[in-house]
């Protein structure tokens, strides 16, 4: 399995944006699908994005589609998630889940996950 370690999270306020970084460590990280979740508190966790090993497929939750912007860097083992336009409703803990298989926006399919990062937007 991939290490990850999120990190970028924050409070913003309404309108602003936010910038989400995910560092890969332990296998290729160049093989794997990555993918941004989100939990918000008594909510399950929910699909935010998704990215293929080669960058060249990309898929988002239709509540961030044209507002968030997924990325990664193999070079540096790093995936990236642009936010732009947070609404409160965006206020969750973010978590980064690499698998070296899946693709899809269930969690159950992702075999590695990150100790998540919070998200607070303020209005």
């Known amino acids: 399995q991939v290490q990850l370690v999120e990190s970028g999270g924050g409070l913003v306020q309404a309108g602003g944006s936010l910038r989400l970084s995910c560092a890969a460590s332990?296998?290729?990280?160049?093989?794997?699908?990555m993918a941004w979740f989100r939990q918000a508190p008594g909510k399950e966790r929910e699909f935010v994005a998704a990215m293929s090993w080669s960058g060249g497929r990309t898929y988002y939750a239709d509540s961030v589609k044209g507002r968030f912007t997924i990325s990664r860097d193999n070079a540096k083992n790093t995936m990236y998630l642009r936010m732009n336009s947070l609404k409160p409703e965006d206020t969750a803990v973010y978590y980064c889940?690499?698998?070296?298989?899946?693709?899809?926006?269930?969690?159950?399919?992702?075999?590695?996950w990150g100790q998540g990062t919070q998200v607070t937007v303020s209005s």
């Open positions: 332990g296998r290729t990280f160049s093989i794997y699908t």
């Open positions: 889940a690499a698998d070296p298989t899946a693709w899809g926006n269930r969690p159950q399919i992702f075999g590695s």
